[in-house]
């Protein structure tokens, strides 16, 4: 047996309301002059109301100070100003509120408060990565998982593609779980960004990668998507669903520890090159990049199948992967996802392009079968 290690640890605060637990928590971690990253959209919702009723209760002063300027698939800009930020002020500590945009910003910028003068680019596993500002991480969409995920995603400077900045120092310190922070979240985005949590699991899932407590965790997730996701689209008030899907998008999260498949590699520049939001991109590939694993390694999707419910025990490869399949591309579309590509903008003058970014993506080199430069620009022109 090959030698590998497994590590699960974030401590993760679960429930309705359980923000307030958020001043004790940070105050216990040693942070007292907190930076918090959110983004702009987030400022008038009720979701950051609570997080500042939940950061003050009766100080007589505001002791934390606010970044808002991170865009949807932030940049290394957006970290440098969080950065500048936190360091004028003498922050000890960072708080992410936000979707995997604004935890992502929060996560990495600590990197350059730490060493202000270097680039993201200069950032790679042999850097000294210790010594990182404490991060707690507050998710109010339920997708990424990057609450509970070692990865930042943030598009560095002069760069086209988006950089994954990894390391178990990026780790939040505590995570919270409130289910009455998503309540906000549209329809569209929290279609969106369930689908993006149910892409995760399917993709560690069927990873080759021997990592049977992530497989675990990626099949419960599913069962947990396919039944509250359609109830949190639904009402957005409905504080069981929306829990069950922070629960299980923190799932994904930590399932991807694993490794992804190659339906990231196509979203990765999707998003990059086109402004394609990341879960609406893994959804549109998704089922495409299904039908192709499944012809080259069939019954690839049988446990899937059984997770969302279906009676494929006993049926033959070909008809359990069938049957996976249609559930979830039909699961997708009842979620109201566009599509095709066409309805998001891409374009065939994209192809080239897309193909050659996610050609260098990693993300496909676990996925199930081996994928090639021609397959992922095939895979493109059937999802368009
Ligand atoms: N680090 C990881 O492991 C990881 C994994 C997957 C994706 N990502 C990254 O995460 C980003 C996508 O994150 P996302 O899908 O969560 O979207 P997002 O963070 O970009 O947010 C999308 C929009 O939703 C709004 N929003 C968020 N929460 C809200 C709420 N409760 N109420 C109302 N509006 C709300 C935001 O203001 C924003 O306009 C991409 O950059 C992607 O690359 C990271
Ligand atoms: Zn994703």
Redesign the pocket.
Known sequence: MDTTSFNFPTDTRVGSGVISQLNETRLSLGIHRPLVV?????LE???FKRLAAALLPGEPERDWFLHSD?????TEANTRGAAELALANGCDGVIGL???????AA?VCRILIKQPQLKLADYDWEADWSGLLPFIAI???A????EV??????TPDGGES?G?YFHPELLAKCVFLDPE??????PG?TA??GL?ALT?CIESYTSPVFQPLCDGIALEGIALIVRALPAAITDGSDLEARGRMLVAAAMG?VA?QKDLGAT?SL??PL?AICGV???TANAICLPPVMRFNAQKKPGVYRRIGLACGLDVVSCSDADADEQTIHFIDDFIRRCGMPPSLEEVGVEDQHIEALANQAWLDPCHQTNPVPVTREDLKELFLKAL
């Open positions: 959110t983004d702009s959209g987030l919702t009720d979701a991170v865009q949807p698939n932030p936000g979707g995997g945009s604004a935890l992502d996560k998710p109010t969409t997708g990424t998982g990057s995920g070692r990865s930042g995603v943030v988006k994954m922070l998503t309540t906000g979240l549209p985005l969106a960004t993006d995760h999260g991807f990231h979203a990765h998003s939001h990341h879960g």
